[in-house]
């Protein structure tokens, strides 16, 4: 039994661990994509969308945030139906040793010269780098 606990409690603390990213990672705030240029910025504690042109998107998503990213830290921009869409993430974690945690997802998508948000999408684990195509284009009607 006492080892059974032992090993139970090191799985909760390796994946406390797991969740954390060390400290010279940076979240991805900026992407380009045909000729335009995006960063996130805090705006009053909630992300935005800060793009090229000077313009300012709120978004529906909590301070900090991110893009949704690959491996490699790139910005996953996905190409549908001539649309480009991109996804930006937020996760509220618990406090170790407790992995819990939620996140929010918000589908932005340029279509045909114009900029749509998709509603948040709550999901019950961590960020992870690459989330399924299907959740970035079965947000919006096509």
Known sequence: ??????????????????????????????????????????DN???ALARSDDSLLRLDVNWP?????????????????????????????????DTHCTTDLQAIRYFKGNVELAPVHKVERCSIRRWDQKIFVGQFDW
């Not at 400290?23 to 992407?31: H, P, S, W």
Request: charge should be positive; include cysteine.
């Open 65 to 97: 945030c991110q893009f949704s990213q690959t491996f490699l830290r790139k910005a996953v921009l996905e190409n549908y139906r001539s649309a480009t869409i991109f996804m930006v993430q937020h996760s509220n974690r618990v406090v170790p040793p």
């Open 1 to 42: 039994m006492k080892s059974l606990n032992a090993f139970i409690l090191s799985l909760r603390t390796f994946s406390a661990y797991a969740s954390t990213k060390p400290q010279d990672q940076k979240d991805v705030l900026d992407i380009s994509f045909d000729g335009r240029r995006i960063s996130l910025v805090n």
């Open 45 to 47: 504690g909630h992300c």
